[in-house]
């Protein structure tokens, strides 16, 4: 069966200070990968999207980038942390192809506070 | 782009109380749509989903109607519990989209004993 993993669980940082999230799938291959963050008292912003290797589509500007180094790993990143970074990260991931019951599962969070 | 939109929260309703969460839904192509839910400190789950017109998705006691020609698909339980307190969202992915999720702004239902 499909996994996904998510790491840390909790984290804090100073503001200037680098960031990296990681997140990676197991059990599927070639799938979609998203990072989309959730700030206090508000819905899902979708940030990043992968559809394969080494290819990201960012959805909003922003000082975060992300990276796709291998199949089933995706990474979210920050040279220097702002304080309106704080939020709940979550990554997710949806099967390739044409499927009309695609749907996403997601990874169990990262709550990042930024100090 | 595509869109959704769900009522406001948050939802405040008695144990065994009748709920309805409004969503609807703008897109370019044949959406599928989808709800989730998430529980205080996690991600989010899969609660139900419809892939066409007219399709009803159930689950848990929830279900919801994917209905075309109003662009709505409104989640609905009969009699809610303590335990269905947590945040709610609705969700397209299109396939004119690359079967991005896209989800409403999420919906906070508390439900008291």
């Known amino acids: 069966s499909q996994t996904i993993h998510q790491w840390p669980a909790t984290l804090v940082q100073p503001v200037g200070s680098p960031l990296s999230l990681e997140c990676t799938v197991e059990g599927t291959s070639n799938p979609n990968l998203y990072w989309y963050r959730q700030a206090a008292g508000r819905g899902l912003q979708l940030l990043f999207y992968s559809v394969g290797i080494g290819q990201i589509s960012s959805e909003v500007p922003q000082n975060l980038s992300a990276s796709r180094p291998q199949d089933r790993q995706f990474i979210l990143s920050s040279k220097k942390l702002l304080l309106s970074d704080s939020g709940f990260y979550l990554c997710a991931w949806s099967g390739q192809g044409r499927s009309r019951s695609t749907e996403a599962f997601f990874g169990q969070g990262t709550r990042l506070t930024v100090v | 782009g595509d869109s959704v939109t769900q009522m406001e929260g948050p939802v405040t309703l008695s144990e065994e109380a009748f709920l309805t969460i409004n969503c609807t839904y703008t897109?370019?192509?044949?959406?599928?749509l989808f709800w989730y839910v998430q529980y205080p400190g996690e991600g989010l789950q899969l609660l139900l989903k419809a892939t066409k017109a007219d399709d009803k998705g159930s689950n848990k006691g929830f279900e919801a109607t994917y209905r075309k020609e109003t662009t709505s698909f409104h989640l609905e339980k009969g009699s809610v519990q303590v335990s269905d307190s947590a945040v709610y969202f609705c969700?397209?992915?299109?396939?004119?989209?690359?079967?991005?999720?896209?989800f409403g702004a999420g919906t906070r239902l508390f439900v008291k004993a």
């Open positions: 969700a397209l992915s299109d396939l004119t989209g690359g079967f991005k999720t896209i």
């Open positions: 897109a370019t192509g044949y959406p599928s």
